[in-house]
């Protein structure tokens, strides 16, 4: 069977919707370009990214028309094994003969795709549950066959009511059952991606394309590209990423942000595809399709999420690996035992408990307990406006003690409004404003969008810069109009050699109220400061009040002036704060932090922050901050609200609690399941386990696992 192990980020386009990779939910490194069953554990492929709208499984049906057309042929073996002899059918060998007429096909014919894979999974030197099963069945069956036409190889002590006891009833029941829990499973298992399925559903079939000649069509969202105009009407929802060049509306952005209001939108501002336009008709220019869109890269992400492993899966896949072998030796010792031991019947019930011991051993439940959690949890928390990197995010997101928070978009708004110039002698408040601007044309802060902007609607003519370094996190420089500048905090200033005292008394009264304060260096020589105010998000403080009552430490750690830091700490009863931080800086706190034992998250949503969120035990990226932010992070909060970190905690507790019951519940399974198949209690209650109650045993098992999986949908978030 092909397969692939590569890792490498699978891009999908949303407007296409389709995809024809599939994998493993088990072992996601599985990677093949058609449905099929997996090489290492033998369970049934799923597409890496569900199909929108398509709901044909085609091993569903498979394994169902195999279960209803077998279902009568199990029901009249089982009967007629259990009843026969009472009501004298048939003659004893009669029976058996009947019996094989009818158990056959269910075993042979239904059973079939149960043995490929078991046959496979020897073949690969994989074994697994279908190995099991196989193993189980063909004992039963093949004895039975033996049973039925060279009765005479066996010892009278075999025969009972004049005939050889048989089990073809067992091995039909056997598959039966395994078909009825296979199809549960699949079903259950297809729930799990109802979450990238609504997101898939979130994106429009067509789009109004508007023609160099002013005709519009409308034409499948696939066929837009980078640059086309597109008309948005009342109602309609957005097709593609890109900006307004015409009209004003609001637009419903619920779909990524989960805020019910809608936003307003004018010429020049963001669009996000799958957004909803609400009342007025807008006219805009595509600027990324297919997977370059926002609405597809979350489905990425929730998808890539969904195939990752957890820290807990590596126990399992460790005793997983050895699991399947010493299950074979219980079942083979538990054979001869009961043969050696002397009883009349002594190898009849050795090899019906080897049966039983083989078909309720489920690695398949052990396997499952924690792709199930990740699959159901990522889903939700997309849905939520959090998006997990991979499933160790979801394991560590309970474990924090410590949040180091950038301030600037992160505690704040993020979008500064700039206030105010002050000059030093000889420097004029227009002429700093606009070196300010120039040089700050190239910065994604949003401090420096905050100067660029004033200095728009003063109508100051921007200059191109010569030069422009940015790599420093505590401010940029380069040469504009011929003139070397550097625009930055204090921390760069005494890099560049360049005094602040003159200006040390404003800009301090300024911090005081919570103000952020740029100074600009001209050729070595300061020039004066720029104070842009950045307000306080709404919901920061009531989010830090909460985390500190989960008993999470909060820290700030931000590249602004200590000052500013102190006051918005201080309103948002921050404790511990650290200003004037290069990216190093806060780079070292975090490791320090974990050096003393803390677990530690880092949230931030700038260029300066990658390297703390990279660092940290988990990374948090404000979905409104930069790329190189969420990049770097292994949590996004797409709505860029601290909130978002307490509904994530929240499910990452409940994610955590609902694998261990898995594993737990796989572990305990086992280790009651196994021995009490081997007969162990048979000597104070007389009964054996019939491999038929096996069978029962081992399709709830994995079922179970499942569906248990399935109440974090409705996990308190």
């Not at 158990?103 to 042979?108: D, E, K």
Request: with cysteine.
């Amino acid at each position: 069977m092909p397969h692939t192990t590569d890792h490498a980020h699978h891009r999908i386009s949303v407007a296409e919707g389709i995809t024809t990779e599939y994998t493993c939910p088990m072992h996601p490194e599985i990677r093949q370009p058609g449905p099929g069953s997996c090489p290492k554990c033998g369970m049934t492929l799923e597409p890496v990214l569900p199909i929108q709208g398509e709901e044909d499984n085609a091993e569903l049906k498979q394994l169902s028309r195999r279960f209803w057309w077998s279902l009568p042929l199990t029901v009249i073996v089982t009967v007629l094994a259990m009843a026969g002899h009472s009501f004298s059918l048939f003659h004893a060998n009669t029976q058996n003969l009947v019996e094989f007429l009818l158990g056959t096909p269910v075993v042979l014919w239904a059973g079939w795709p149960f043995f490929s894979r078991g046959l496979a999974s020897v073949r690969q030197r994989n074994p697994n549950m279908w190995t099991l099963i196989s193993l189980g069945t063909s004992a039963a069956y093949l004895y039975s066959v033996c049973a039925t036409f060279w009765p005479g190889m066996f010892p009278s002590t075999f025969m009972k009511e004049g005939r050889i006891g048989v089990y073809f009833e067992a091995a039909a029941v056997i598959i039966s059952l395994t078909l009825l829990g296979q199809m549960l499973e699949l079903k259950a298992r297809s729930q799990t991606s109802a979450a990238i399925k609504s997101l898939l559903g979130l994106s429009p079939k067509t789009a109004r394309r508007i023609s160099a000649d002013g005709q519009e069509h409308d034409v499948p969202l696939a066929h837009v590209h980078q640059g086309d105009r597109l008309r948005i009407r009342p109602g309609e929802k957005v097709p593609v990423d890109g900006s307004v060049l015409e009209g004003e509306s609001a637009v419903d952005e619920s779909m990524l942000t989960g805020e019910p209001v809608p936003v307003s939108k004018h010429v020049g501002d963001s669009l996000i595809g799958a957004t909803i336009n609400t009342h007025g008709s807008l006219v805009m220019i595509a600027q990324k399709v297919g997977a370059e869109t926002v609405l597809s890269q979350i489905v990425q992400m929730v998808a890539q999420a969904q195939r990752s492993k957890a820290p807990l899966q590596r126990l399992a896949d460790v005793i997983a690996g050895y699991f399947v072998m010493a299950v074979i030796a219980v079942a083979a010792l538990t054979f001869v035992g009961w043969g050696l031991s002397g009883m009349e019947r002594g190898w009849i019930f050795g090899l019906i408990n080897a049966v039983a011991v083989l078909i309720i051993a489920c690695p398949c439940a052990l396997g499952l307990a924690t792709p199930m959690s990740i699959m159901v949890s990522t889903g939700k928390a997309a849905g939520m406006g959090v998006l997990f990197r991979d499933a160790g995010a979801i394991e560590n997101l309970c474990k924090i003690d410590t949040l180091i928070v950038d301030k600037t978009g992160t505690l704040t708004e993020g979008r500064p409004v700039f206030h105010s110039v002050q000059t030093t002698q000889g420097f004029d408040t227009r002429q700093v404003l606009l070196w300010a601007a120039s040089l700050d044309q190239g910065s994604e802060h949003p401090l420096a969008q905050a100067i660029v902007e004033q200095a728009r609607k003063e109508n100051l003519d921007l200059i191109k810069p010569d030069a422009f370094d940015s790599g420093s996190g505590i401010g940029v420089s380069g040469l504009v109009d011929g003139k070397r500048l550097h625009l930055g905090n204090s921390v760069l200033m005494r890099t560049a050699h360049v005094g602040v005292t003159s200006l040390q008394q404003q800009a301090e009264q300024l911090r005081s109220q919570g103000i952020s304060i740029v100074y600009l260096a001209v050729d070595g020589a300061l020039a004066g400061l720029l104070a842009v105010s950045d307000p306080i998000k709404p919901t920061a403080g009531e989010a830090i009040r909460q985390l500190k009552a989960h008993g999470i430490k909060i820290i700030m750690a931000t590249g602004d002036g200590l000052t500013t830091a102190r006051a918005v700490a201080k309103e948002l009863d921050i404790e511990e704060v650290h200003g004037e931080v290069k990216p190093e800086d806060k780079e070292r706190l975090v490791a320090d932090l974990q050096q003393y034992g803390h677990q530690v998250a880092m949230v931030g949503d700038g260029i300066n922050d990658a390297p703390a969120l990279a660092r940290a035990h988990v990374g948090i990226a404000m979905g409104t901050g930069t790329d190189v932010a969420m990049n770097s992070a292994q949590l996004t909060l797409v709505k860029g609200d601290l909130m978002g970190i307490l509904r994530a905690r929240t499910l990452s507790v409940a994610t955590v609690r609902n694998m261990r019951q898995n594993l737990g519940f796989a572990f305990v399974y086992n280790a009651m399941g196994i021995p009490l198949a081997a007969g162990l209690l048979y000597p104070l209650t007389g009964h054996l386990l019939s491999p038929m109650v096996a069978a029962v045993a081992m399709s709830i098992s994995s079922a179970s696992v499942v569906f248990n999986a399935l109440r974090l949908r409705n996990a308190p978030a």
